[in-house]
């Protein structure tokens, strides 16, 4: 099996199975607990709040742990509009058509109960005009939030320069760095972040587990009420083998893991590049990429037959982001660039882990031109079909 399908979930790193497995039974304390097993639970705790908190040069402090990358968002998101909707001139978001979907269905949300949100535009390789944001911020805008890598084309936006413009402007920026955290620069002081959405199974860590940076001083309302957990924000009994689970997997991810999956995403599109004609990378080329993220566009061919055709012969890919995988609709993040229904249909996904290998890079250069030659001798594409034959 060679696994290409990291951006939707990763194998979890067997280091930090191993941190885990004591905290499912030998330290099972419930940290909220006085006695021994509870502070030992406490501890572990505040030692994984420090690990994520230093990782993104913030304070322990400023971190709350949360079930995953959706649930921070939208406590990002809601927590803020809700602690300030006293203050009715502060009644607008603005946002970006290539946010990932748990971002977008709460602004959609929060519209039906009387905000107002703007939906920002991208080039076409995914990146946001910084002139257009600047001038969509006005005196009754609360919150801007920017996706940090795009899930599918893996575009990097520039925190550092939105920041700018953000704090300037007074307004509070909040981005999902779920994709890029670990894998690109995220220093919430040098950026100007006010909160930022993580997570660890995109890391090689567990799923189920994510945190948010809250900065120091803002005010959230929590989503859920319970014991007061997390400072009152997130209430529930902390998941403690999966957040210790998830700073073992911060420690774990290295400099020279980046370097490798970026020789190997840069291999992999060179190699579809120049065996596959009619195609179109998607999203931009270098630094400003996710250093495991690939996405074609393959003319005359559907992007999910080209998949159950890489899953038979054992390769994992993706047409979308996973959780909108299942929808018939064509992806809103590739419509959002400027393709057609017709080429965001024909688009596929590869998204590379630590633990992948150029051998296996190679098997898919080898495997791949077949599949899409086969596919498009099949195809009902007439005008294709006579190119490709000429």
């Not at 905290?23 to 006695?35: D, M, V």
């Not at 994510?210 to 529930?236: D, F, M, N, Q, V």
């Not at 999910?304 to 047409?319: N, P, Q, R, V, W």
């Amino acid at each position: 099996m060679i696994y290409l399908d990291n951006a939707a979930t990763t194998p979890l790193d067997e280091k930090v199975l191993k941190v885990m497995l004591p905290y499912f039974t030998q330290k099972y304390g419930n940290a909220s607990s006085l006695h021994s097993k509870g502070r030992e639970a406490k501890q572990a705790l505040e030692n994984a709040r420090k690990t994520i908190a230093k990782s993104i040069n913030a304070k322990p402090s400023e971190i709350v742990f949360t079930s995953g990358g959706t649930e921070s968002n939208n406590l990002a998101i809601k927590g803020i509009v809700f602690a300030n909707k006293e203050n009715k001139e502060k009644n607008n978001i603005i946002t970006t058509k290539i946010e990932h979907d748990c971002v977008l269905n709460a602004c959609k949300w929060l519209e039906k109960q009387g905000w107002k949100v703007t939906y920002l535009n991208v080039d076409k390789k995914g990146f946001i005009s910084l002139d257009d944001l600047e001038k969509a911020i006005t005196n009754n805008t609360l919150l801007v939030s920017i996706i940090h890598g795009n899930n599918e084309i893996g575009t990097i936006q520039n925190l550092e320069e939105i920041g700018k413009i953000c704090k300037n402007k007074g307004t509070l920026f909040h981005t999902d760095a779920c994709q890029s955290y670990t894998k690109t620069l995220l220093d919430v002081k040098k950026m100007n972040l006010d909160l930022v959405t993580l997570n660890a199974h995109k890391i090689h860590g567990p799923k189920g587990v994510g945190a948010l940076y809250i900065r120091e001083g803002i005010k959230i309302t929590p989503l859920a009420h319970g014991g007061g957990h997390e400072k009152g924000l997130r209430s529930g009994t902390e998941n403690i083998p999966g957040i210790v689970g998830f700073a073992e997997a911060v420690k774990q991810m290295k400099k020279s893991d980046i370097k490798k999956m970026t020789k190997l995403r840069d291999k992999l599109i060179k190699g579809i590049e120049e065996k596959i004609q009619e195609v179109r990378l998607n999203g931009p080329l270098g630094d400003r990429r996710l250093c495991n993220n690939i996405n074609f566009s393959f003319e005359g061919v559907e992007g999910e037959a080209i998949g159950m055709m890489l899953d038979a012969k054992g390769i994992c890919s993706s047409t979308s982001s996973a959780c909108s995988s299942k929808s018939l609709e064509p992806s809103h993040v590739l419509k959002a660039i400027g393709l057609s229904e017709k080429e965001a249909r024909g688009s596929l996904r590869l998204s590379l882990g630590k633990e992948n290998t150029e051998e296996e890079v190679d098997k898919v250069l080898e495997i791949m031109p077949k599949i899409i030659e086969r596919l498009r001798k099949i195809s009902p594409f007439d005008k294709l079909i006579n190119k490709v034959v000429k």
